[in-house]
């Protein structure tokens, strides 16, 4: 807890009952306990209304799923690049997975490429709102 061990909180806290003194002591204590009872409480509230709004409980969530240490990169690339692309998506994908096959390996015709010149010695179109 802060990078204080055990023998280093014990003299923090002798010097702190030291300081506030035994008169002041008993009064400390218990606001020190209302600030944990209320901590605890603030806690449980968060809780309820994660709860609420989210519809789960936190306890039931699988963190694990959610740890971005397990996801790398080149393995989900490899995946997606090695993926098999012929499996049937649902009972009546087989014809359409057939229409699309069939589909892709006729190659249609490019469309030819229009390339528009301009005269000699035009301007080229300049819109002074686009900058």
Do not use: H
């Amino acid at each position: 807890m802060f990078g204080i061990n055990g023998p280093e909180f014990i003299v923090l806290l002798i010097i702190g009952v030291l300081v506030i003194g035994p008169s002041r002591l008993p009064e400390y204590t218990q606001k020190l306990a209302n600030l944990v009872k209320e901590v605890r409480r603030m806690a449980s509230g968060a809780r309820e209304q994660i709860k609420e709004e989210v519809g789960i409980d936190i306890d039931e969530v699988d963190w694990k799923k959610y740890d971005p240490r397990q996801y790398d990169p080149r393995r989900i690339i490899k995946d997606a690049l090695f993926e098999d692309d012929s499996k049937p998506l649902s009972a009546g994908a087989p014809a359409a997975a057939a229409t699309v096959a069939a589909a892709a390996d006729a190659k249609p015709a490019a469309p030819a490429r229009v390339i528009e010149r301009l005269a000699e010695g035009e301007a080229a179109p300049f819109d002074t709102e686009a900058t």
